[in-house]
């Protein structure tokens, strides 16, 4: 992948995004500081594990979450301030100039309506298109995601279509008005690994096609290697590292981002080789811990990590990543050669426990 594009050609950018829940524990801030940006024509990917903030931060930008929610920060579309946009303003800015794509097509669709009604209803809403055209381009739409027999599925529903089927219908529904920007949420989600490679195929030949940019969200970094440009490691609310894709798969400096990648089953591995789960939990962000998040699990902590907070450093190429002891530089490699002297690994968690919870 090439490096980022110049500044001009920049739809989205986000800067400094904190979302806070209230909850009857207290205040949750479930996104805390987040920045990057997405350009015409690329991807980004935004990579973590399950409760590293990656779908609140999305749905930040998509206007849907509860009322509940504090939302700080600036979060610009084209430069504009889109947290300030009038009411009218919304009705034909989300769905239409910034699109989503959910992780659960069955939850997205409506279990009685056909899916031709479900498609032509946002043209008819947003672009005034008569029942002939809105219908017209709904054909047109599935013939783009490679639909079968596009007409007939118009008059079926969502349950007479198999899952990858229903996922390219709601795809179909997120391009229908031809946003500029298509955020698309862990998109494979319980779908078969072939079936998964054609959806992804599908919305890359889409952006390029249609010149749109494009957030992939996911949990798995072999899913964003080879489609994304630019990759958001995010871990307990912050951004943990964030780099052009060939600079993070070739300088991995984050231990988290090194763990995400370990947990990838290998096809070269040899037969019946364990899994390497990443030990431990993620913190409770109700009173998140001191000093660096990922401390407690890390196999590069020393006792700086549990006292000062790592920032998300400056480095070459864009490359940034939040961490006092990165992987393959001089002081991390001594900072993990320290705890296996010492038979510890996370926060001086025993090797034990480690190889306990791994069995």
């Known amino acids: 992948m090439s490096t980022p594009a110049p500044s001009e050609h920049r739809l989205l950018e986000v800067t400094d995004l904190s979302v806070t829940f209230a909850t009857p524990r207290g205040p949750l801030r479930a996104v805390d500081g987040v920045d990057f940006g997405v350009d015409r024509g690329r991807t980004l990917g935004i990579v973590g594990e399950s409760g ?12 849907i979450l509860p009322s509940t929610a504090v939302v700080e920060g600036d979060l610009r579309f084209e430069g504009r301030d889109i947290t300030t946009l009038t009411k009218e303003e919304r009705k034909h800015f989300w769905g239409v100039e910034l699109a989503m794509v959910f992780q659960d097509p069955m ?3 409506n279990p009685v309506k056909r899916i031709g009604a479900q498609l032509t209803e946002s043209l008819r809403f947003h672009r005034g298109a008569s029942r002939a055209a809105a219908s017209a381009t709904a054909l047109d739409l599935l013939e783009q995601v490679q639909i079968p027999d ?6 079926q529903y969502p349950h007479e279509l198999s899952g990858g089927m229903r996922q390219r219908i709601v795809i179909a529904m997120a391009l229908a008005c ?5 955020i698309a949420d862990e998109p494979t989600t319980a779908l078969d690994v072939t079936v998964q490679k054609r959806i992804l195929d599908l919305l890359d030949e889409l952006r390029r096609e249609r010149n749109m940019g494009l957030v992939l969200i996911t949990h798995d970094l072999g899913v964003v290697k080879d489609r994304a440009d630019e990759i958001c490691v995010m871990y307990a609310g912050r951004v943990a590292e964030r780099a052009p894709t060939h600079t993070l798969f070739s300088e991995m400096r984050h231990p988290y981002t090194r763990a995400l990648l370990d947990t990838i089953p290998r096809i070269d591995a040899p037969s019946h080789s364990r899994l390497q789960p990443i030990p431990g939990r993620p913190p409770v962000l109700l009173d998140p811990p001191i000093g660096c998040r990922f401390a407690d699990r ?8 549990l006292t000062d907070d790592p920032v998300l450093g ?4 864009h490359h940034r990543f939040a961490c006092f002891f990165p992987v393959g530089t001089p002081e991390g490699d001594a900072a993990l050669a320290a705890n296996v002297a010492a038979g510890v690994t996370a926060a001086g968690r025993p090797m034990d426990d480690e190889q306990e919870e791994v069995a």
């Open 52 to 63: 590293s903030g990656k779908s609140v931060t999305v749905r930040t930008l998509m206007n």
């Open 107 to 109: 939850t997205s669709l």
């Open 178 to 182: 031809e946003p500029k920007l298509l």
């Open 150 to 155: 596009p007409k007939r599925r118009l008059r």
């Open 314 to 317: 400056d480095g070459l190429l």
């Open 298 to 305: 890390c196999r590069h902590t020393q006792a700086r990590c």
